[in-house]
C-alpha cells in the first residue's frame, strides 16, 4: 500500500479526496495547514503529496520549498485560479503536477497514479534502512551490522510491510490481507503469533525499531530515534 498526504484547509475537499483515494487502495493522511503536514511527514512515510495554495499559516506554495528540503516525493498543488501566474510559482516552488479547482475526483486518481510510476521508475529502491538494521527487498535478508537473517517468508513480508509504512497503524485484517491474502481461512490470531516472533528475534539484536501494539486497533512500527 502506498501513503499519501492530503493538505487542504477545506474539510470537504480532504473527505472528498481521501473517499477517493482509499477506493483505490491508498492510505490517506490528512493536514489542514503546512505546519500539521510537516509534523505529519516527520512521524511517517508518505508516497505523495497533495496540497492546497491557499492554506493559513503557510500557503502551498511555501509548504512544498519546506517538502522539497527535505523529502523526496511527488507533489501536487491544488490551485483554485488556474492562472499562469500560479502555475509558474507552483512549479518554481518544486511541484510535479497541478490541478485546478473544482476538479474531477478521477482525475486527481490519474495523477497521482502516473506520478507515483514515474517516480517508482527513477528512485526504485530496494532497501529499508533503521540504524543498524537493513531490510533487503530483493534478497529477502535482513541484515544487523555484519550479521544476516533469512527470517521465514511471512515473517519478513510482515516486518517489510510495518517498516515500509513506519508510524503507520495496520490493523490486523489489514494485514491479514495484505500477508496471507483474501482468502485465507485462518484467524487473526495469526498476526500476533508472527509479531510475537519478530519481537523474539529482534528485541534482543537491536534497538534501531520496536514493534508496537496500538491496543484495540492493530500494530505498528517505531524507529527509535
Partial sequence: MQSILIVDDDTHILQLVRI???????????????????????????DLAVVDVMMPFMDGFQLTKEIRKQYDIPIII???????????????????DYLVKPFEPRELIFRVQALLRRYQQENN????????????????????????LLLPLKEFELLALLATYPQHVFSRTQLIEKIWGMDYEGDE?????????????????????????????????????
Fill in 20 to 46: 477517493q483515494l482509499e477506493k483505490e487502495g491508498f492510505l490517506v493522511s490528512e493536514a489542514k495547514d503546512g505546519t500539521e503536514a510537516l509534523a505529519i511527514l516527520k512521524k511517517a512515510h508518505c
Fill in 78 to 96: 491544488l490551485t483554485a485560479k488556474g492562472q499562469i501566474e500560479d502555475k509558474e510559482e507552483g512549479f518554481l516552488a518544486g511541484t510535479d
Fill in 189 to 225: 490470531r495469526t498476526v500476533d503469533v508472527h509479531i510475537k516472533r519478530l519481537r523474539q528475534r529482534f528485541s534482543s539484536l537491536t534497538s534501531s525499531f520496536s514493534i508496537k501494539t496500538v491496543r484495540g486497533v492493530g500494530y505498528c512500527l517505531e524507529p527509535e530515534e
Fill in 125 to 148: 529502491t530496494d532497501t529499508i534502512q533503521f540504524g543498524d538494521t537493513e531490510i533487503n527487498l530483493n534478497n529477502y535478508e535482513v541484515k544487523l551490522g555484519d550479521k544476516t
